[in-house]
């Protein structure tokens, strides 16, 4: 099974999560990215 969610407007916290401090005066590029759980053959372990 696959789940995919794509958060738009969302206001939760994990909406636009930060890692690290934002430096004043930097230019920042958005860094999109997909977060997957993935269980092994008898789903008893994620790989």
Same mark, same amino acid.
């Given at each position: 099974? /696959? /789940?995919? @969610?794509? #958060?738009?407007? $969302?206001?939760?916290?994990? +909406?636009?999560? &930060?890692?690290?401090? @934002? @430096?004043?005066?930097? &230019?920042?590029?958005?860094?999109?990215?997909?977060? +997957?759980? /993935?269980?092994?053959? $008898?789903?008893? @372990? #994620?790989?």
């Amino acid at each position: 099974m /696959i /789940i995919i @969610k794509i #958060l738009e407007n $969302e206001e939760s916290s994990m +909406a636009n999560p &930060t890692f690290g401090e @934002k @430096k004043e005066n930097m &230019t920042y590029q958005p860094r999109y990215g997909v977060y +997957a759980v /993935i269980p092994d053959a $008898e789903k008893n @372990k #994620l790989s």
